[in-house]
């Protein structure tokens, strides 16, 4: 190593191979950037603004909102600045590693507010009548901090390890972003420890949240289906079913990209599952909650309501 020539950025190849098609992936990915933004900042107004929204499971939708604007935030503008310029650019070591620390805390947060609203759900399907006790402020308030936190310690113990790392030959990353797995298959020191650190790592702080979103979903359709009345069942499950979509998109993805062995094939289509939780997911999460509850429509429509009469009210002023 003492020989060569460290490296200081990388290449994301990204969509370089996608030739003219460039400006059509650009004006693609801003569109989906600007509506993911509007549509996540929309839901935390609507739910600060509206005292009918002060429960429990829209305090952890407006949670999730805010994280999904910042997870967006950590890609989407660095992958539509290397698509300008034909679909791939450079980026420095330290900004790889800046971006790669918000998009894994901010990802491995997600993971613990998930399984944070599938509590909620849990407890406000399965025991209606202890659910102002148990879903109180405080525990809300504790759940959500500690979803925050517990992503960021996390990736913490990752970004240590990843500082021990050295890069002197290859320097192309072939992804949009920088991700743990890229990065370290550039590394020239030895990556045996940090490998098997980053599974176990991994698992340690994925799968708990995971078990705890499955156990749930487990009780609440076993409570949907023991409801006598198919009014009853439909009303329990719409309360949970936005946020089952969300999750299974989220975690099938996440699962095919981290837990799947790397084969070729699966290897080349990382990329594009990548997308599904980088991407599409956050840019969704707006729409299913929106288009499939109620509550939110109304809260909309009442905003509307507001800002339409506020003019013909100065008018006469």
């Given at each position: 190593?003492?020989?060569?020539?460290?490296?200081?950025?990388?290449?994301?190849?990204?969509?370089?191979?996608?030739g003219d098609?460039?400006?059509?992936?650009?004006?693609?990915?801003?569109?989906?950037?600007?509506?993911?933004?509007?549509?996540?900042?929309?839901?935390?107004?609507?739910?600060?603004?509206?005292?009918?929204?002060?429960?429990?499971?829209?305090?952890?939708?407006?949670?999730?909102?805010?994280?999904?604007?910042?997870?967006?935030?950590?890609?989407?503008?660095?992958?539509?600045?290397?698509?300008?310029?034909?679909g791939q650019?450079?980026?420095?070591?330290?900004?790889?590693?800046?971006?790669?620390?918000?998009?894994?805390?901010?990802?491995?947060?997600?993971?613990?507010?998930?399984?944070?609203?599938?509590?909620?759900?849990?407890?406000?399907?399965?025991?209606?009548?202890?659910?102002?006790?148990?879903?109180?402020?405080?525990?809300?308030?504790?759940?959500?901090?500690?979803?925050?936190?517990?992503?960021?310690?996390?990736?913490?113990?990752?970004?240590?390890?990843?500082?021990?790392?050295?890069?002197?030959?290859?320097?192309?990353?072939?992804?949009?972003?920088?991700?743990?797995?890229?990065?370290?298959?550039?590394?020239?020191?030895?990556?045996?420890?940090?490998?098997?650190?980053?599974?176990?790592?991994?698992?340690?702080?994925?799968?708990?949240?995971?078990?705890?979103?499955?156990v749930s979903?487990?009780?609440?359709?076993?409570?949907?289906?023991?409801?006598?009345?198919?009014?009853?069942?439909?009303?329990?499950?719409?309360?949970?079913?936005?946020?089952?979509?969300?999750?299974?998109?989220?975690?099938?993805?996440?699962?095919?990209?981290?837990?799947?062995?790397?084969?070729?094939?699966?290897?080349?289509?990382?990329?594009?599952?990548?997308?599904?939780?980088?991407?599409?997911?956050?840019?969704?999460?707006?729409?299913?909650?929106?288009?499939?509850?109620?509550?939110?429509?109304?809260?909309?429509?009442?905003?509307?309501?507001?800002?339409?009469?506020?003019?013909?009210?100065?008018?006469?002023?």
């Open positions: 190593m003492e020989n060569q020539t460290l490296v200081m950025e990388f290449l994301l190849l990204g969509f370089g191979d996608v098609q460039w400006f059509l992936l650009f004006l693609l990915f801003l569109v989906i950037y600007i509506a993911t933004m509007a549509g996540n900042i929309l839901i935390v107004v609507l739910i600060i603004t509206d005292h009918h929204l002060h429960t429990p499971m829209y305090f952890f939708l407006a949670n999730l909102s805010c994280l999904e604007s910042c997870y967006s935030s950590s890609i989407l503008p660095l992958m539509l600045v290397n698509l300008s310029k034909g650019g450079t980026i420095s070591v330290t900004g790889c590693m800046v971006q790669y620390y918000f998009f894994a805390s901010l990802g491995a947060s997600e993971c613990y507010l998930l399984a944070a609203m599938s509590y909620d759900r849990y407890v406000a399907i399965c025991k209606p009548l202890l659910y102002t006790t148990l879903m109180n402020g405080q525990v809300c308030l504790q759940l959500a901090a500690g979803s925050w936190i517990s992503g960021s310690l996390a990736v913490n113990i990752f970004m240590y390890l990843m500082h021990q790392l050295r890069f002197c030959h290859k320097s192309e990353i072939n992804h949009f972003l920088c991700d743990l797995n890229p990065i370290v298959r550039q590394a020239c020191n030895d990556t045996h420890m940090i490998e098997l650190l980053s599974v176990l790592i991994t698992a340690l702080f994925s799968l708990p949240p995971f078990l705890l979103i499955l979903y487990v009780s609440i359709i076993s409570a949907i289906v023991r409801i006598p009345s198919s009014s009853g069942r439909k009303k329990a499950f719409s309360t949970c079913s936005s946020h089952l979509i969300v999750v299974s998109v989220f975690y099938s993805t996440i699962i095919i990209v981290y837990v799947l062995p790397q084969t070729e094939a699966l290897r080349d289509l990382n990329k594009v599952f990548s997308l599904f939780y980088t991407v599409v997911t956050p840019f969704f999460n707006p729409l299913i909650y929106s288009l499939r509850n109620k509550e939110v429509k109304e809260a909309f429509r009442k905003g509307v309501a507001r800002l339409c009469v506020l003019p013909s009210t100065q008018r006469c002023n």
